[in-house]
């Protein structure tokens, strides 16, 4: 069992900086990989970001490529989002997301512990 726990999201202007957090304790953070989704009001729950478990292979959705950078931190059993560049539309509650075996990482169904999201809200 693994719980996550996100953080550092917020309200902030167009053109801004955030870094999301999320703490992951139970079992060994280096064993899984990390991916964050988001979920904007009406809309699906979208991929966001995937670092692989011995951060060898990192993955981003063509919308966030360049803005956002995905990291993880096994030792302290944390990964990050850090998202510059924000704009209106990034506006959603974010996930991260843990996932054990290999696969495909943009695949939601791939993962097997969520976090609670944390809100981001990006004003024009």
């Known amino acids: 069992q693994v719980q996550l726990v996100e953080s550092g999201g917020g309200l902030v202007q167009a053109g801004g900086s955030l870094r999301l957090s999320c703490a992951a304790s139970?079992?060994?953070?280096?064993?899984?990989?990390m991916g964050w989704f988001r979920q904007a009001p009406g809309k699906e729950r979208e991929f966001v970001a995937a670092?692989?478990?011995?951060?060898?292979?990192?993955y981003y959705a063509d919308s966030v490529k360049g803005r956002f950078t995905i990291s993880k931190d096994n030792a302290k059993n944390t990964g990050y989002l850090q998202m510059n560049s924000l704009k209106p539309e990034d506006t959603a509650v974010y996930y991260c997301?843990?996932?054990?075996?290999?696969?495909?990482?943009?695949?939601?169904?791939?993962?097997?512990?969520w976090g609670q999201g944390t809100q981001v809200t990006v004003s024009s």
């Open positions: 139970g079992r060994t953070f280096s064993r899984y990989s």
């Open positions: 997301a843990a996932a054990y075996y290999s696969g495909d990482l943009l695949r939601p169904a791939l993962y097997d512990y």
């Open positions: 670092i692989s478990r011995n951060v060898g292979d990192i």
